[in-house]
């Protein structure tokens, strides 16, 4: 009887461990999903692009780019490497072998560089219309 | 003896269902996970809103017309040179071809049913999609935005202005 008793209790417990790492592995799985580096490319280019589209010459803008920094450092990705600007196409790459594309409008010359005072934060300089 | 391995087959049956719901609920997690973040970011409806305001601003700024447009009631805009006097760029070497369609409509007060000037610039095969703003393709098609206000020109002619913005871009903004 009382050998019954502990096997019930040993297979609640692995039922309840099991249940646990099950939901552990889930929850992390959701949370890398969301912090993927092609969520947040396509994240950063089409806000830069947006910002773009919507601003006029001779401003400056602040990206707080927190995560995408972390990110990129993991993957070996220097910071001006992140945000790279051609014609009216924006780059936004956080891993060797990814990069997100996006075109913007605004017939604008932009200058993007990592600011060195916060670190956290990405500038884009609207310097004039082309 | 019979009744104690029953118990145990039980035992057995329940564990599988166990196992299988757990299957069932992850499979379903990770399908919903995959749809939701495997679903790009639509901004499109925001680019043809901003695309309508910075034309707005360089049609009519403070409620006076651009009189590089319309001079004392002559519209002077030369229609190759639109894009360029309001500062946009519709061709990128991301597309083949152009993404973007706009069409600016001046209306003078007393003949709002036929337009005085129309300036046409993009890719007017996107125009079409403007007509069909529901259904279950909608989301595929371009988007477009609208918008009409009134301003005068040098010489207080009165104009409604109606713009009009189509953005494309689907196979960046929807899951096709």
């Given amino acids: 009887m009382k050998k019954k008793k502990g096997q019930m209790v040993v297979s609640n417990v692995i039922f309840i461990v099991l249940n646990l790492l099950f939901l552990s592995i889930l929850t992390l799985f959701i949370y890398k999903q969301g912090n993927g580096a092609i969520v947040l490319e396509q994240s950063y280019a089409k806000n830069i692009a947006l910002l773009i589209d919507s601003a006029k010459p001779i401003t400056e803008m602040k990206l707080n780019m927190k995560d995408a920094f972390k990110l990129a450092e993991k993957n070996g990705i220097s910071r001006e490497e992140i945000v790279t600007i051609n014609e009216n196409l924006i780059t936004v790459k956080l891993t060797e072998n990814s990069g997100y594309d996006y075109s913007f409008f605004n017939n604008v010359d932009v200058t993007v560089y990592p600011d060195l005072i916060s670190e956290n934060n990405y500038i884009i300089q609207i310097n004039g219309y082309k | ?176």
């Fill in chain 2, 1 to 176: 003896m019979i009744k104690l391995q029953n118990k145990r087959g039980g035992e057995e049956i329940l564990a599988m269902y166990w196992f299988a719901i757990i299957l069932i609920i992850a499979g379903g997690i990770y399908l919903m996970i995959y749809y939701f973040y495997g679903t790009p970011y639509d901004i499109r409806d925001l680019e043809s809103r901003i695309l309508m305001n910075q034309i707005a601003d360089c049609v009519s700024y403070g409620g006076k017309i651009n009189s590089s447009l319309v001079l004392g009631g002559i519209f002077s805009v030369n229609q190759e040179n639109f894009l360029d006097t309001c500062h946009l760029n519709f061709n990128s070497s991301e597309w083949d071809v152009e993404q973007f369609y706009t069409e600016v409509n001046f209306y003078e007060l007393d003949n709002l049913e036929n337009s005085s000037f129309m300036i046409k610039k993009g890719n007017e095969d996107w125009e079409a999609n403007c007509e069909i703003q529901e259904g279950e393709d909608y989301e595929k098609l371009a988007q477009c935005a609208e918008k009409s206000f009134y301003s005068v020109d040098e010489t207080n002619n009165q104009y409604i202005i109606k713009i009009l913005t189509v953005v494309r871009k689907s196979e960046k903004n929807v899951k096709l």
